[in-house]
């Protein structure tokens, strides 16, 4: 119960870094969490206030997405997320955004070209689109994993609706969005002036061993 809690907690509060790096508007988008050891996630109840936010309005679901503890309605991405979960143990978190120029990429269907030594570093090559799937089942977590299943990236723009990222746990999945939208960004910036150069394969390779491997500590 008190490892269940402090993820509730740390889940709240990550919702936090969407408000402030500017990737979701009004009650959109969402963080979950994988509970260690057990067949459950924690994920933001729908359509609460991200200023009302507390850990209670974090519910408890179980990896076929029914609600096993709280006292609000999951989110509508809940099935997504609960498929993502059942087919790629790995994953620890989760989130779910409509930042505009990732966003805009996916309404175009485009993947994001690996230009940028960031994106080498984080993603391993370029940011892919999944297919168009609507919300109420778990459409949308069948073309996360179909896109990601094998692919470096964590990140993944679902086409016509927004990014879908995944990590190791929760503060990982976090990352990999606040990165994705800041590379969309300035690709798309660097397109305005003429084509980007891309990176050659090899060193995609070296750049991304080098930041997974080597950098920090």
Same mark, same amino acid.
């Given at each position: ?8 907690r ?7 870094e ?9 009650t ?10 057990e ?12 200023? /009302? ?6 519910? +408890?679901?179980? =990896?076929? #997405? ?5 006292? %609000? ?29 990732a966003?805009?990429?996916a ?12 994106m ?16 109420? /089942? ?6 996360? +994993?179909?896109? =990601?299943? #094998? ?5 993944v %723009?679902?086409?016509?609706h ?7 746990d ?5 990352k ?42």
């Amino acid at each position: 119960m008190t490892a269940l809690l402090e993820l509730r907690r740390q889940v709240c509060d990550l919702h936090a870094e969407l408000v402030r790096n500017n990737l979701v508007t009004w009650t959109s988008g969402n963080v979950s969490g994988r509970v260690p050891g057990e067949d459950l996630f924690v994920i933001k109840a729908s359509g609460i206030s991200y200023d /009302d936010l507390t850990p209670e309005s974090i519910v +408890v679901c179980d =990896l076929d #997405g029914k609600l096993v503890d709280g006292e %609000l309605s999951p989110s509508s991405d809940t099935d997504a997320h609960a498929y993502v979960y059942r087919n790629l143990p790995e994953v620890g978190g989760q989130v779910h955004t409509h930042s505009t120029y990732a966003t805009a990429w996916a309404a175009r269907a485009e993947p994001i070209p690996c230009v940028l030594t960031a994106m080498a570093d984080e993603f391993g090559g370029e940011i892919p689109v999944g297919p168009f799937a609507l919300i109420g /089942d778990d459409s949308i977590g069948r073309g996360i +994993v179909q896109t =990601l299943s #094998g692919h470096r990236s964590p990140a993944v %723009l679902m086409q016509n609706h927004g990014v879908f990222t995944i990590g190791k746990d929760a503060r990982a999945a976090v990352k990999a969005a606040v990165m994705c939208e800041d590379v969309a960004r300035t690709v798309h910036i660097a397109r305005q002036l003429g084509e980007p150069l891309p990176i050659p394969a090899a060193d995609i390779d070296r750049l991304y061993d080098r930041y997974q491997n080597v950098y920090g500590q």
